[in-house]
């Protein structure tokens, strides 16, 4: 695979920092969008721009024909059963809050558990927080092993008769574990809990099949996708999305309104309240065409050697630390001794370094790691050998520059 001719794909790359060619390490936060992606957000405006569903005109049918297309690639890339099991969202975020707020808050009781990790997005901490709150169910926590991996020995051992839901990212932003969300979910219904999973970190780089892993809940984002922002996708299975009142009201999820009663529409518009996202629907349909002509199973196999390469080099400098298991996906966290983070990544900027610096959302997983923030490197589809060369050079130079100064 010719991943140097991916690259020209994406223009933004094109360009200097500082000075400086750009080096973008930084898609775990929001991926690059490739011409194809571009050119489909920028044709829906110029030709037929136009609400979904409601008219019955020309632009309205190609706008709707747009968008349930985009549901319809979506189903086939994570292998839903039905395209009533994909709902458009705001992104993963939104998604999991559909989960806690609609699943959750029905079904939980005092004495019931929620399950989660120490390495989770604040995205899927929060949510559950709070339905915990609601609902007088207990939030608990499947330990971490040394390197920040999952042993299914101590889920088994926190996962009850009293669990109804575990909820895990199955890449961790952070970390980067790859964790064996088809096992908790085996382990999960065992005990008869569903599994949610947070698929913002894993969907972009590998390919998803929600009915091999037969999770209950699958939420992602497009921007990390090389998508649109403000997009993203909630799975659900059919039989539980049935059973949920919507977590928002209003427009699009609208069957009959009367003066004291209203009813909803079938899945999937029943979550999908006002004017739907259409432009980042579409653009989440070409992206998704993008990355099947690329393949995911490519892209996996080109950010693991990156990865594997970033590691290999980043460990030649002094003072370095690097958090999470050797066997990774293509993101390498680190520390630079006695440099802040946030001085290391002004260092790299000026040196049109991208990468992001601070807490990553995961502030009880930087917690348990004992630091209050890290620094991230970042890989997709259209980073190089070239690029991780240049972190480095960068990393040495910010260690100089840091021991010379002080």
Request: hydrophobic share 40%; net charge negative.
């Amino acid at each position: 695979m010719d991943f140097s001719y991916i690259r020209k794909q994406f223009p933004i790359l094109d360009q200097k920092v500082n000075g400086k060619d750009l080096v973008y390490l930084d898609s775990a936060a929001t991926s690059q969008k490739p011409l194809a992606v571009i050119d489909a957000l920028s044709k829906y405006y110029r030709e037929y721009n136009s609400n979904v569903h409601r008219g019955v005109h020309t632009l309205g049918t190609k706008a709707t024909d747009g968008y349930e297309g985009a549901r319809e690639k979506v189903r086939r890339f994570i292998n839903a059963s039905s395209t009533e099991e994909v709902i458009f969202t705001r992104g993963a975020t939104t998604a999991l809050n559909i989960v806690a707020l609609s699943y959750a808050r029905a079904n939980l009781k005092p004495g019931d558990e929620i399950v989660i990790t120490h390495m989770e997005h604040h995205a899927n901490v929060i949510p559950w927080q709070q339905a915990a709150k609601a609902t007088g169910a207990q939030l608990k926590y499947i330990p971490l092993q040394e390197d920040g991996t999952i042993s299914l020995e101590d889920a088994e051992n926190t996962i009850t008769g009293n669990t109804k839901i575990v909820s895990v990212m199955q890449v961790s932003n952070v970390l980067g574990s790859i964790n064996p969300v088809k096992e908790l979910a085996a382990i999960a219904h065992k005990n008869g809990a569903i599994m949610a999973v947070d698929g913002a970190q894993s969907t972009p780089h590998m390919k998803v099949d929600v009915q091999d892993l037969d999770c209950d809940f699958f939420a992602f984002s497009a921007h990390k996708m090389c998508g649109p922002t403000g997009t993203g996708v909630l799975y659900g299975k059919k039989a539980l999305l049935e059973n949920m009142e919507p977590a928002e009201f209003g427009g699009e999820m609208i069957d009959f309104v009367g003066l004291y009663e209203s009813t909803w529409k079938e899945l999937p518009w029943k979550f999908e309240a006002g004017t739907p996202i259409i432009a980042g629907a579409i653009g989440l349909g070409a992206a998704i065409d993008f990355l099947e002509e690329v393949g995911l199973d490519n892209i996996l196999e080109h950010e693991h050697k990156l990865a594997a390469y970033a590691m290999e080099k980043m460990s030649e400098v002094e003072g370095l630390t690097i958090y999470g298991p050797k066997e990774r996906a293509g993101l390498v966290t680190f520390n630079i001794e006695d440099v802040h983070p946030h001085d290391v990544a002004t260092v790299l900027d000026a040196e049109g370094i991208a990468v992001r610096a601070g807490h990553h959302c995961a502030q009880p997983l930087m917690k348990w790691l004992n630091v209050s923030s890290t620094a991230r490197a970042s890989f997709y589809l259209y980073n190089t050998e070239e690029d991780v060369d240049q972190l480095v050079s960068g990393l040495i130079k910010t260690k100089e520059y840091f021991t010379n100064v002080f």
